[in-house]
């Protein structure tokens, strides 16, 4: 299916959503570089997050490294300094769709470096600078189910 990868998430509920997404759609989840929270059993048993044994979770430390390691052509960086609607974006199986942290977005130096790969959600009101991350993710992955024929319930 996809792979949701947020790079450096520092919000722990919005990771909870977005993992919970994941499993409910049986997409991968990445979690790259220093994260904001704890993910480590106790702390998950704790936060009482009854399906994260459902959830293909890859852990990803080295930020760069990893950025190194992608191929372009399955690429989908959700930012809000893009031109291009992400409806607009041709999603196929296996792509991986690319989300920043809540606070900073995706750092300059990823945008840069594949600027033909990014997208961004419309907003309509100038005083509104982004939406939140897991909506942003939510609306991103349907959008990819809906054009690779996933959303039908036969």
């Not at 399955?74 to 196929?92: G, I, N, P």
Request: aromatic letters at 8%.
């Amino acid at each position: 299916m996809f792979t949701l990868t947020l790079i450096e998430p520092e919000i722990p509920p919005n990771t909870g959503n977005i993992a919970r997404l994941a499993a409910a759609t049986k997409s991968t989840l990445e979690l790259v570089g220093k994260l904001g929270f704890d993910i480590s059993d106790k702390a998950v048993r704790r936060a009482g997050l009854d399906y994260w044994e459902h959830v293909n979770l890859k852990r990803h430390l080295d930020l760069e490294a990893f950025i190194d390691s992608l191929d372009p052509s399955t690429l989908h960086l959700f930012t809000t300094k893009a031109d291009k609607s992400y409806v607009d974006a041709e999603f196929k199986d296996g792509d991986r769709l690319i989300f920043g942290a809540e606070t900073k977005g995706l750092p300059a130096w990823i945008l840069e470096k594949f600027p033909e790969r990014c997208v961004t959600l419309p907003m309509f009101h100038p005083g509104v600078r982004s939406l939140n991350l897991s909506n942003t993710v939510s609306i991103g992955l349907y959008e990819a189910l809906r054009q690779t024929n996933r959303l039908s319930l036969s």
